[in-house]
């Protein structure tokens, strides 16, 4: 009996990854998904981004949310 080869259809989904990072060069905050060429958009504060990355996280079942510090080092997984 041939042995069953998995697609990336079978496997589980991957989950997306959102990402809250300072964008020093704009003096503002990022939210990205990992993998994208640009970003979702940029936010005065860091609380406006979040949000906007909650929202995402919360719309695809599959999705993780990575919040960064103002150094840049990770501040909270969810």
Known sequence: MAKESKTKSDSK??????RVTPDKERNKWRVKAD???????YYNTKAEAVKK????KNK????RL?????????QDNR
């Not at 989904?13 to 959102?18: A, G, I, L, M, T």
């Not at 993998?35 to 958009?41: F, K, N, S, T």
């Not at 695809?60 to 999705?63: D, T």
């Not at 990575?66 to 990770?74: E, W």
């Open 53 to 56: 990355a909650e929202e995402l």
């Open 13 to 18: 989904p991957e989950s997306k990854v959102y």
């Open 60 to 63: 695809n079942k599959n999705a």
């Open 35 to 41: 993998g994208a060429d640009r970003a979702i958009g």
């Open 66 to 74: 990575s919040i960064h510090k103002k150094d840049g080092k990770i």
